[in-house]
Structure formats: structure tokens, C-alpha cells
DNA sequence: CCTGTACGCAGTACATTGTACATCGTACGG
DNA sequence: CCGTACGATGTACAATGTACTGCGTACAGG
């Protein structure tokens, strides 16, 4: 099981398909009943509802009514559909004008778009970048973001770095949060339920004088959010640190 | 492909396999040929060696030479070799002593333990720990990892958020990297040459006049690296934010 | 109008995965 | 000395991406 990848296909082909450099219409042959951009509105929408594993191009094929190999004459294979998912994710997302904003109210708000990208397709969040799609969705969403953080005082490196860093809290914290969906939908109980199952058993072995911390602060922080893991203080916590954290680079 | 996850097996069957709880030998039956750890070596050697995608139950078992359904009788199934793999190699992590340093030389240990144990295990950076193998080796990691943390005048609930977003950083990063290095395995392109590759197809469909802060700091961003993303500057930009990050809560 | 050809669509097929199931053989307790 | 419990084996299945092979369609040139 591969991890999902953005960019693993034929770089040409990948960026025609994403500019759709090609309007040309073939006048030969059958006409086409399909659409690129249908089958990528229906691969996202399989992917929104199920997750990426029930993401198969024969799950995707019949949605559309067609037989899987069909897929293959509108996208050169599934690596390159996920890419195009992701672009057009991308160019899909509100960017709010925070021009004159305080840069704390600038970043909160490029945190919250990404946060609600995320929330609309929980998939995106799993998608390795390390070589993003280079699509009109992608450049839209950069040349926004930089421009929250321009004019701040930062180099051109430092603020590449820095929306780097806030962007990757913000991937990171996704990950984790539809992580903890997914294992609550896997193994039909939720935090408490699987602590309560796991609890009596692990204090038969766990010994609270070797870990007098872990018990502690274990305990702590469970009381504190219902015995479950607590995405939404996770987010707000982390994000605090993080503007925290670019405060001396440009408040001096 | 479902995404790699921890305790998505048993909570029973896992927490005895953790603690070893059964060293009872059962006296019928041929003689084992193999124990529980020979297993658990043997797969995060291929895990270490070629990464999570090649770790299948036929090359462990292959590795070990017995045939893929002898491993059943060690282990219930891949879910829990996972778990145990991941304690493991939690246990062997070694945990430097440095009570009455500065905080965030304590913090940079912590930091730097983590990315010790992502460099020899890249794939563990991979795994999901939404509900993490609640082992010896994760107890002897939290409890460590805690101490760091202690005496800093944070309470409780604090100290824990603040150790979650230190390793939600660490390891959020050793993904990046891993995902940056499969990325140049598996295209057979460094990010150079791939840059290459894409550049002028890029440069037809990019409107320079729309993108301008992109090209700029793209531009700017990728000289300074050398073309590539470059984990090392992330690593130590991304630690001194989250430091810094931390600096108000403890520092006053 | 007619026909050749290029291309969209469909069906079959294969390698790879985790693991259920049934079978076989071993070796200790009585 | 032998029954039985249990470890090891081999076969089998469902699901996946996609290569390959046809089949039929519909436009271009005559």
C-alpha cells in the first residue's frame, strides 16, 4: 500500500491535464461521454464521503456509470487523478482579504481556510506534497498566503519558512484529527469506550511507581477532555504556539 | 490501501503481547521454531530497510524462512506486528538525563531523540499513533519525554499539549523528509532534476504578472536551498519557532 | 454517398496483498 | 505407548491497479 503522492506521474502530461492545455478537440472517433472534470468531481466525491481507501477507480467507474478501464482514456492513471483532486481542491478554497489586518488575524485567518479545506475533504490531509501538484489551484493558494505574509519585515526565505511551518501545523493537526475518526469508526468505540477497555488491563501491568509522570499527567490531561483526545483544543492550542513562535521574527 | 495504524487490532491479545504477559510455556505441541521478537526484528528490518510498503507478511515470513501463515501463530495479524514493532522501537530509544539544564535544552534532547529514532525508522514517522500501542516503550518515552517538561511551572494539561506539539512538529517533519526521499526514489529524480523537468513546461501555462509573489519567493526559496527542499533548514527553523513558541508559557 | 481509420469503450487477465480454512505432523502427559 | 493439543503448511479468496485485446463509432477524403 503505497502512500498516496501527489506528482508521481509523467510531469508533462500531469501539467497539460492541469492547465488543460489541450482544448483541441479530437474530431475523430466515438464522441466522449465523459469529462475530466467529471471524473474528478466524482473521485473527490467518493473520497470526501468514504475516506481515500474506498477511493478505487472502479468504485469511482461506477459511479459514473462506466466500466473501470474507461477512466484510463480521461486520466493516465489514479496518481495523476489524485493530483488533479488536489489542484482543484485548491482552486476551490475562499481566500478571505486580510489586507491591513493585524498579522496575527492575517495568519489565523490562512490557518483557518487550510483548516476548512480539510474539514471539507478530510483526504487532502493525507497526500504527501513533497512535490505538489503545479496547478492553477496550487499557485492561487501560494500567491495568497504569501501575500498574508508579506510586508512584514520577513526575507523571502524566512517567509517561505514560516508559511511553510504554519502550513505543516495545520496539515499536521488534520492528519491527526481524521486519524482519531477513522480509529473511532474502525474499531466501532470511541476514546472513552477504548480507554475503558484498555485502562483495567493496562493497570495490571503498568507499574505507577516507574511512571509516576505518565500517570499524572495522563490522568490530567484526560479528566481535562472528557478522557478523549480533544482535536479542537489541539488546534487553537498549537496555533497560539505557533503565531507565538513567528512573534519575535517580526514583532523585533 | 488503509492507512497504517496502531492498536487496530485486539486491546487484550495487544496489551499481552506488549507486556508479555503469558510467559507460561505451553508444554504440547512441536517445539516453536521462532518467538515473538525474532518476528517483530525480522519485519522492522524489512520495514527499516525498504520502507512500510514493502513490509508484507510473505517477506517477513520469507526473511525468517517459514511459509507467511506460520506467522499467525506469533502474531493475530499485521495490525498488531505493527504495534509491536512501534514499542519496540520506542524501548530501544535511548533517553539522555538532562535534569537542571535550560528548558530548551532539555526540549532540543527531546527533539533530537525523535528525529534519532525517525532516521533509523523512517517508517514509524508514517505510522498513525492515534491510539498508540500502550507498551512498555511508549510508557518508558512518556514518562521521559514528561520530565523535560516538569518543574516549569506549567500545570498538567499545559505541560502535555506542549510535549504533543513539540512531537507533533518532530515528527509532522521526519514525514516530510521521508515522503521528499520516496519521492526521489521512486521518480528516479532528485528534486533538481525534477524541478528541471517541470520548470519550462511551467513556465508556458504560469502568468508571471498573476503570480507575482509566488515566482518571487519561489524563486528566492529555491535559490537559497539549492533547488530542493532542504529538511535540514526546516528541521532547525521549524524547532526554534516551536520553542519560541513556548517561550511565554514558561519564560512569563 | 461511402469507406478507411483513429479513437473511445468494454472485457478479460494478472500480480500482489492479508488472512480464513483445512490438513498434517509432532512431541509431551498420562 | 499413544492420544491430543498445537505449530506449521498449503490452498484459496476477495480486492486492487492497470496492461492488453478487441469492437464499434463517426468524421475526412474521395
Not at 69 to 75: D, E, G, H, I, S
Not at 77 to 97: I, S, T
Request: aromatic share 6%; charged share 25%; proline share 7%.
Amino acid at each position: 500500500m503505497p502512500t498516496e503522492r501527489t506528482s508521481a506521474g509523467d510531469p508533462a502530461r500531469t501539467l497539460q491535464l492541469l492547465w488543460q492545455d489541450s482544448p483541441a478537440d479530437r474530431p475523430k472517433g466515438p464522441r466522449r461521454g465523459l469529462t475530466v472534470a467529471a471524473v474528478v468531481t466524482a473521485a473527490t466525491g467518493v473520497a470526501d464521503a468514504e475516506g481515500l481507501d474506498a477511493l478505487t477507480m472502479r468504485r469511482v467507474a461506477k459511479d459514473l456509470g462506466v466500466v473501470p478501464m474507461t477512466l484510463y482514456t480521461y486520466v493516465p492513471g489514479k496518481a495523476e487523478l489524485l493530483d488533479l483532486m488536489l489542484d482543484a481542491a485548491y482552486r476551490r478554497m475562499p481566500r478571505a482579504d486580510t489586507a491591513g489586518a493585524p498579522w496575527r488575524d492575517r495568519l489565523t485567518a490562512v490557518a483557518e481556510e487550510n483548516r476548512a479545506l480539510y474539514a471539507r475533504h478530510p483526504w487532502a490531509a493525507a497526500v504527501s506534497t513533497a512535490r505538489p501538484p503545479l496547478g492553477p489551484g496550487l499557485m492561487a493558494k501560494y500567491e495568497h498566503e504569501l501575500a498574508a505574509l508579506d510586508g512584514l519585515g520577513l526575507d523571502d526565505v524566512t517567509l517561505d519558512a514560516c508559511l511553510t511551518h504554519l502550513l505543516t501545523f495545520v496539515q499536521a493537526w488534520a492528519r491527526a484529527a481524521a486519524d482519531a475518526r477513522a480509529a473511532e469508526q474502525d474499531s466501532a468505540m470511541d476514546d472513552r469506550q477504548w480507554w475503558e477497555a484498555n485502562g483495567p488491563l493496562l493497570a495490571r501491568v503498568l507499574d505507577e511507581e516507574a511512571y509516576p509522570l505518565a500517570v499524572r499527567v495522563g490522568a490530567a490531561a484526560g479528566a481535562a477532555h472528557g478522557g478523549a483526545y480533544d482535536p479542537e483544543h489541539a488546534y487553537t492550542f498549537g496555533l497560539g504556539r505557533v503565531l507565538d513562535g513567528f512573534a519575535p521574527l517580526i514583532d523585533g
